[in-house]
């Protein structure tokens, strides 16, 4: 198992504001990779720069070795990163078919139609409701359902690598759960590999190998995710636990 | 019912100029959130450019390919040209301010129709042109008592059959896909892996292409144009697209061609001096009741 992905030194401003200062990770083949952290942390940022959607002021980005910034955005999807956006973006007057299609654009001279075929009807198992619903218009779906697609959209190229932006981001519990059974389900079936952002630590960090907490545009702890659950600190200020005493 | 029948047909074939041109003002509306008000000045550019066409070739691409492969001739090289005139607008007054903004842009777009429109007045002069008359033509059908022109309805024919396949290629296709996502967000389109220059460049050749159409079509059908053209029909045609809901292709084509049916049928029965009156109170009443056109809703829920 290789290094997949190496983000180092990353540095994003908007305008004077420095949203990341600074930022290095690190992300094996096959792995899962949580990025927590609370508003504002630069979580999307992070995605955003890996997918060239804002302006890198420094630092690199590399996929197995290759320099991203040599790649102008849309020709990402074609070597290998899916995204898929905070709020799920699905286009809304679409229908559900022409979304997850569209999701092939970027390989659409890489991957025979056969194989998308394939790809389509193994989404569609993990996924039942997106085939019942697949000649709807994308917008007239669910939240969960919104969130399905888009997943799904992104899975549909074979992607080397999937940036997930807080896909349990307004779901109603019943779905969270439901969206991490399949986030599990994806790696096991077909060992995509996955870097998370998530507000829902608890979540992130049971489906994730390894963590990195974001604060303020810098990363503040990383490890195992085992050990990250344990991390006093952590606990305290992301998963809910008792507030921890400070140390006599 | 003869004179309905006429006007109707005489409507079909106004509306099918209006809705060609109202096809470009909404394709680029939809990609760019831009009124290219430059559009009905390349219609009537494009006009000329077929004018231009038949004058010349009329001593031997007429004499070789007949009346009707002068036509096409005169088409295939007004529509090549405008979608080249439409790319070198894109580049030259649109993209250098894309990032000033949107009233930056929109000076800009009047800046480019008074540019064009002045330009065909300087080329061509001011007054109107004749199509040359042994370059049109001249057959006419009779059905009962009533008569069209075969250019008529072939103007239709081919008017409405490119209509089908643009709606077809937009609507039924991967590539349209592409481009209504583009029109949607262009973020997460770029995302999929589609560049949306790409898109911006097939909407500003695609449909400047199809205003030259229009165009040559106009003056064979009249017969006579004059440089301040695309002032009259790109205001119909705006008209049309606001009708059936701007950035829709459906929206435009139906737009067009009921506009240009009722512009007729008043013309026919009512009057002809006030057709434009009537014309613009039926838009008002419309977006009155459905203030995003006809076809709009699509529209209305992304904004």
């Known amino acids: 198992m290789g290094t997949l992905l190496s983000v180092e030194n990353l540095v994003v401003n908007y305008g004077a504001v420095e949203a990341l200062k600074g930022i290095s990770l690190e992300m094996q083949e096959g792995d899962i990779v949580a990025v927590l952290g609370a508003n504002g942390a630069g979580k999307t940022t992070l995605l955003k720069a890996i997918s060239r959607l804002v302006h890198i002021r420094s630092g690199t980005i590399k996929l197995r070795g290759e320099d991203l910034s040599k790649f102008p955005a849309h020709q990402l999807a074609s070597i290998g990163v899916a995204h898929v956006p905070e709020g799920r973006k699905v286009f809304a007057t679409l229908t559900v078919e022409e979304n997850l299609n569209l999701g092939t654009w970027g390989v659409r001279n890489q991957i025979n139609a056969q194989e998308i075929q394939k790809t389509k009807e193994w989404i569609f198992r993990l996924f039942p409701v997106l085939r019942e619903r697949r000649r709807q218009l994308a917008g007239t779906l669910s939240g969960g359902e919104q969130q399905m697609l888009a997943i799904g959209r992104g899975l549909i190229s074979k992607p080397k690598i999937l940036l997930l932006d807080e896909p349990s981001l307004g779901l109603a519990p019943i779905l969270v759960q439901e969206i991490f059974r399949v986030i599990r389900q994806i790696h096991d079936e077909e060992g995509v590999s996955i870097l998370l952002v998530e507000q829902n630590a608890r979540k992130a960090l049971g489906v994730a190998r390894y963590g990195y907490i974001l604060e303020t545009g810098k990363i503040a702890i990383h490890g195992p995710a085992a050990q990250l659950k344990e991390d006093e600190r952590v606990k305290a200020a992301y998963l809910g636990g008792t507030r921890v005493q400070p140390a006599k | ?303």
């Open chain 2, 1 to 303: 019912m003869r004179i309905f029948l006429e006007q109707f047909l005489n409507g079909l074939t106004i509306g099918s100029f209006y809705a060609l041109v109202a096809l470009g003002y909404s394709m680029v509306y939809g990609v760019m959130k831009l009124i290219n008000f430059a559009h009905g000045d390349l219609f009537a550019l494009g006009s000329y450019l077929g004018y231009t066409v038949l004058v010349i070739g009329a001593g031997w691409i007429t004499q070789v390919l007949g009346v009707w492969g002068g036509v096409a001739v005169a088409l295939t090289a007004a529509m090549l040209g405008i979608g080249i005139a439409g790319l070198v607008v894109e580049r030259i007054a649109y993209r250098p301010v894309y990032k000033a903004g949107r009233l930056p842009l929109v000076v800009s777009a009047l800046g480019m129709s008074i540019f064009i429109s002045n330009g065909i007045m300087a080329i061509w002069g001011p007054r109107f042109q004749a199509y040359p008359p042994d370059a049109i033509p001249s057959a006419i059908l009779s059905f009962g008592d009533i008569k069209i022109t075969v250019i008529k309805l072939v103007t239709l024919i081919v008017s409405l059959g490119l209509m089908a396949l643009i709606y077809w290629m937009v609507e039924k296709t991967l590539f349209g896909a592409a481009v209504r996502a583009t029109a949607l967000d262009r973020d997460t389109a770029t995302l999929m892996g589609i560049d949306f220059r790409k898109i911006i460049l097939f909407v500003f050749f695609v449909g400047p292409a199809l205003g030259a159409m229009a165009g040559v079509f106009a003056g064979l059908n009249y017969g006579r144009i004059i440089f301040n053209l695309g002032w009259t029909y790109g205001l119909k045609a705006f008209t049309a697209t606001i009708l059936g809901g701007i950035g829709n292709i459906p929206g435009a084509m139906i737009g067009g061609l009921l506009l240009g049916v009722m512009e007729s049928l008043f013309e026919g029965f009512v009057s002809g001096a006030w057709k434009s009156v009537f014309v613009f109170l039926v838009l008002i009443a419309i977006l009155i009741v459905r203030p995003t056109g006809l076809i709009g809703e699509k529209v209305a829920e992304k904004v």
